[in-house]
């Protein structure tokens, strides 16, 4: 091999993304959760995240019928036009995550719900995209409007906190749940993304028939639902 072709190897091998090295790992509670990742630490915390959120999911009635891989990156993600931490891809079954080093690095000030963003909110983050890979496993209408995937993405969000933070969060919102004749748009989530995760999740938990509620968001055709 020519000597010149040398340095122009190793530019080529210095563009490559460092996601090729990573391996793919297999949840041991959650088989069907996949991590690309070559830190164990950071497997571990996708894992329990995302183990938290099936469990709580199970509850009503709604578990993966598919595999759900996580793919770390370092750089911000476009997601419809605007920054997230993470975002799931229904077609690949793929969550594109943000590293936790590259959210607090990368971004002025990060929060989450009125509060600094930190490990347990980077938990917080994982589950709400594990409910959206389960909730797009258990559709009926495709594709899902965004206020119903948000209320179960949102809930399950919160659901995942430790008890203390929840409450905390809760009564810092000070808003109350869901009522009948309310429409849950992905208009209110815009504009209180914070209010509308805390009317999700106490709506979703103290109803009196939370599986009946699930399928009908399963079902909604339009951006609303009518909580009945």
């Known amino acids: 091999m020519p000597q010149r072709s040398v340095p122009f190897l190793l530019s080529l091998l210095l563009l490559l993304p460092v996601a090729v090295s990573a391996e793919q790992q297999s949840c041991a509670d959650q088989p069907e959760v996949k991590v690309y990742s070559d830190q164990e630490d950071v497997t ?3 894992c329990s995240a995302a183990k938290r959120a099936i469990d709580f999911l199970a509850k009503y009635g709604l578990s993966p019928k598919r595999e759900i891989r996580f793919n770390l990156v370092e750089e911000k993600i476009d997601s419809h ?6 975002s799931y891809d229904s077609r690949s079954d793929t969550i594109q995550l943000m590293s936790y080093r590259s959210i607090i690095e990368d ?17 917080g983050a994982i589950a709400h995209e594990v409910a959206h890979a389960v909730v797009q496993h258990n559709i009926v209408i495709k594709p899902l409007s965004t206020g119903p995937q948000e209320y179960l993405a949102h809930s399950t969000q ?3 906190l430790p008890e203390q933070r929840k409450n905390s969060i809760v009564r810092a919102m000070a808003i109350e749940p869901w009522v009948s004749g309310d429409a849950i748009s992905d208009i209110y989530m815009a504009i209180e993304p914070g209010k509308f995760a805390v009317k999700s999740y106490l709506h979703l938990t ?5 599986e009946g509620f699930v399928q009908i968001l399963l079902n909604a055709k339009w951006f609303y639902v009518y909580v009945p």
């Open 107 to 123: 971004s002025e000030n990060p929060m989450m719900y009125g509060e600094p963003f930190d490990r347990v909110h980077y938990s």
């Open 81 to 86: 036009g605007y920054i997230a931490y993470g």
């Open 44 to 46: 571990a915390e996708v």
């Open 206 to 210: 103290t109803m009196d028939d939370p």
């Open 158 to 160: 919160l659901a995942v």
